[in-house]
């Protein structure tokens, strides 16, 4: 199945066309700001490099968060705009399981940390298993204090993945049983393999229930104005 899948939520944009599972091309820019401009030059790069036609499209996968506002509300309404322009369903995708599937270890539970500004992250935990993980508790929105009170209560051997840089060096002393990894944001070639394993087993999403998970409050209001004038797929 053909996928393309959009990731927004966090500085990191990405775009990626998959087949399969097997990545087929991809477009990456760190820009906290730039979300809105990067994602249509970044899907016509990518439809440029695998020959494709957007009719090929079976179903668009789209990081729905947690993160900051802006970034998921434009990839949202991109995938929205895009499914519908070619018929496709949607598959929604939480950032903090992106992370966690990518996460290099075999053993340790995973913490997968996405940073929320105003000093604080969403953190979520997981258990790996073989070829991926699962929820192993539910994800909140916690201060750099009471995410180390978390992990020091931890007992298991953990590994934290995300935008752990974020947080205040000085939380992390003492805390013997953790290791700090990668990566630092999701990606959306990861987001292929899990949209290609949710779209062999006909989990979609119709695109008026996709709702965005803010897990607080938006900072700011998107300007759909100046987001319009980028222009449509024809």
Known sequence: MK?????TATPASSVALGDGGTLGAMSVRVDRRGHIGFLIPAIDFCFEQTGWDRHDIEA???DVGPGPFTGIRAGIA???AFAAGVGAPLIPISSLTVQALRAATGHRRIWSVVDMRRGQVAAAPFRPLPGGVAPDGTAEVVGSDEFRAMLDADQADTLVVGDWQSL???IWGGLHRVRL???RYPSADVMLEIASI????GDFTASEDVRPDYMREPDVQINWKTFRSEGVWE
């Open 198 to 201: 949710r779209a062999a087993h």
């Open 168 to 170: 205040p060096a000085a």
């Open 3 to 7: 996928i393309l899948a959009i990731e």
């Open 60 to 62: 668009v996968a789209v």
């Open 181 to 183: 990894g990668r990566p």
């Open 78 to 80: 991109t995938a929205q």
